[in-house]
């Protein structure tokens, strides 16, 4: 599988510095959770490692191809794209939006599936209960569950999820972390822009702190969430210890 690598890209807008020297290589196998505070260019990171964003310096590159001058149909068939708000304006069905995962394959010997993954997709998400029902009706969780969904149908070797549990309860927020780090786990690639500190440190393989613009930690959960460190770029103090049942990392701000 092709790995992402992202070389001295910085981003400017309006004369402010978004993004500035960020130098990433993602490879098969990983999670990578971009975390950070409000502003830090978690999103606007995203968008430059998927192509939505060209950068105004440096370059990503999927394999040996420029991210942003690939075929749109080809770059498709590589990532799927889960947006901060992935909402739709027309009155589509909840099973025609997991439908335009299938898009990328069109005209390819992959459409033979088409139907018998839309419904596995829905399953997987919890969507299925209300396939018909008009996608402008729901919920904001059901609405980034039908987006989820989506994903899944695009079966692609890279996803690109921004705030993919913002909206969801308990529940359907460890259901989608758990479908990425399985998809992961079995060798695909997943970069995640996410707010929850403990979920981060749980199910991902390594985290990304973004601050102003800038790249301060790279690594492995253990290594990154350094309270020290979090207490500085949250502007608040912050304790991390391990859970007493099981290991995990706990983050908490202290009160």
């Given at each position: 599988?092709?790995?992402?690598?992202?070389?001295?890209?910085?981003?400017?807008?309006?004369?402010?510095?978004?993004?500035h020297?960020?130098?990433?290589?993602?490879?098969?196998g990983?999670?990578v959770?971009?975390?950070?505070?409000?502003?830090?260019g978690?999103?606007?990171?995203?968008?430059?490692?998927?192509?939505?964003?060209?950068?105004?310096?440096?370059?990503?590159?999927?394999g040996?191809?420029?991210?942003?001058q690939m075929?749109?149909?080809?770059?498709?068939?590589?990532?799927?794209v889960l947006?901060?708000?992935?909402?739709?304006?027309?009155?589509f069905?909840?099973?025609?939006?997991?439908?335009m995962?299938?898009?990328?394959?069109?005209?390819?010997?992959?459409?033979?599936?088409?139907?018998?993954i839309?419904?596995?997709?829905?399953?997987?998400?919890?969507?299925h209960?209300?396939?018909?029902?008009?996608?402008?009706?729901?919920?904001?969780?059901?609405?980034?569950?039908?987006?989820?969904?989506?994903?899944l149908?695009?079966?692609?070797?890279?996803?690109?999820?921004?705030?993919p549990?913002?909206?969801?309860?308990?529940?359907?927020?460890?259901?989608?972390?758990?479908?990425?780090?399985?998809m992961?786990?079995?060798?695909?690639?997943?970069?995640?822009?996410?707010?929850?500190?403990?979920?981060?440190?749980c199910?991902?393989?390594?985290?990304?702190?973004?601050?102003r613009?800038?790249?301060?930690?790279?690594?492995?959960?253990?290594s990154?969430l350094?309270?020290?460190?979090?207490?500085?770029?949250?502007?608040?103090?912050?304790?991390?210890?391990?859970?007493?049942?099981?290991?995990?990392?706990?983050?908490?701000?202290?009160r």
């Amino acid at each position: 599988m092709m790995r992402l690598r992202a070389s001295r890209v910085g981003v400017q807008r309006g004369g402010r510095t978004i993004l500035h020297d960020i130098n990433l290589d993602i490879g098969p196998g990983e999670f990578v959770a971009l975390i950070g505070p409000n502003g830090a260019g978690k999103s606007t990171l995203l968008s430059v490692l998927v192509g939505d964003t060209v950068p105004d310096a440096g370059r990503v590159q999927l394999g040996d191809d420029a991210v942003a001058q690939m075929p749109t149909i080809a770059l498709a068939q590589q990532r799927a794209v889960l947006e901060q708000q992935p909402g739709v304006g027309f009155g589509f069905t909840v099973a025609e939006v997991v439908a335009m995962g299938r898009s990328p394959w069109r005209h390819t010997e992959h459409t033979h599936d088409d139907q018998r993954i839309i419904a596995e997709s829905m399953r997987t998400a919890e969507v299925h209960q209300f396939a018909d029902r008009n996608a402008m009706w729901l919920s904001g969780g059901e609405v980034s569950r039908t987006g989820f969904a989506r994903v899944l149908a695009q079966q692609t070797p890279w996803w690109f999820l921004d705030e993919p549990t913002a909206a969801l309860d308990i529940r359907h927020q460890e259901q989608a972390l758990r479908t990425v780090r399985a998809m992961t786990d079995a060798g695909g690639s997943a970069v995640v822009v996410l707010h929850d500190l403990d979920a981060a440190a749980c199910w991902a393989t390594r985290l990304v702190l973004l601050h102003r613009g800038s790249v301060l930690a790279d690594g492995p959960p253990e290594s990154v969430l350094d309270p020290e460190l979090l207490s500085d770029v949250y502007a608040t103090p912050v304790e991390v210890f391990p859970h007493p049942a099981n290991g995990n990392l706990v983050v908490r701000p202290q009160r």
